[in-house]
Antibody, heavy 122, light 107 residues
Framework: EVQLLESGGGLVQPGGSLRVSCAVS????????MNWVRQAPGKGLEWVSA????????YYTDSVKGRFTISRDNSKNTLYLQMNSLRAEDTAVYYC???????????????WGQGTLVTVSS | EIVLTQSPATLSLSPGERATLSCRAS??????LAWYQQKPGQAPRLLIY???NRATGIPARFSGSGSGTDFTLTISSLEPEDFAVYYC?????????FGQGTRLEIK
């Protein structure tokens, strides 16, 4: 059974940093790209970032470029999102999601975690 | 960035009726479009990938069509559990983008 479990969310002050994690099981982690998608309270889905299965290729939406870093530890079956210089508008539930298509960096997202809430406020 | 525009914003229908949801892209995404369903307090669920392929376990009443810039999600006969928010997503170009969503509510 495929499982994705996010952790690390919480309250952080503007300008601060936070790292969220996503522990996965039930599939060959190295064979699949992974994504982060966020959802601000009461709003729609926003794609944030993606990383290839090997970790060699990364992609970001413009609003987080230079501030967020996606990474993965394939030995630990874990995905990360390091978030620096956080702003109020980064407040959201952050979901990790698995790409459906093996070896494809860009894909539909067939499994999602339950999400972790990041609140940026003073 | 490719902008996806979904219409209508809200659709009010009754169980048993047919639902037609639209997603229009600002430029061609070929067939690289997916549809997701999201219920309150839950993560999104993949319904359709690559425009017309049902994901694993998705009932046959859900179907997708279109290519290029115009796409449609059709629910042939609404069940009570289908009332939710639906999003389209393109994976043709970076950054990937989602539409703003269509809320399907009970009339």
């Amino acid at each position: 059974e495929v499982q994705l479990l996010e952790s690390g969310g919480g309250l952080v002050q503007p300008g601060g940093s936070l790292r969220v994690s996503c522990a996965v099981s039930g599939f060959t982690f190295t064979s699949y790209a992974m994504n982060w998608v966020r959802q601000a309270p009461g709003k729609g889905l926003e794609w944030v970032s993606a990383i290839s299965g090997s970790g060699d290729s990364t992609y970001y939406t413009d609003s987080v470029k230079g501030r967020f870093t996606i990474s993965r530890d394939n030995s630990k079956n874990t995905l990360y999102l390091q978030m620096n210089s956080l702003r109020a508008e980064d407040t959201a539930v952050y979901y990790c999601a698995k790409v459906k298509q093996m070896y494809d960096s860009s894909g539909s997202l067939d499994y999602w975690g339950q999400g972790t809430l990041v609140t940026v406020s003073s | 960035e490719i902008v996806l525009t979904q219409s209508p914003a809200t659709l009010s229908l009754s169980p048993g009726e047919r639902a037609t949801l639209s997603c229009r892209a600002s430029q061609s995404v070929s067939s690289y479009l997916a549809w997701y369903q999201q219920k309150p307090g839950q993560a999104p669920r993949l319904l359709i990938y690559d425009a017309s392929n049902r994901a694993t376990g998705i009932p046959a009443r859900f179907s997708g069509s279109g290519s290029g810039t115009d796409f449609t999600l059709t629910i042939s006969s609404l069940e009570p559990e289908d009332f939710a928010v639906y999003y389209c997503q393109q994976r043709s170009n970076w950054p990937q983008t989602f539409g703003q969503g269509t809320r399907l509510e009970i009339k």
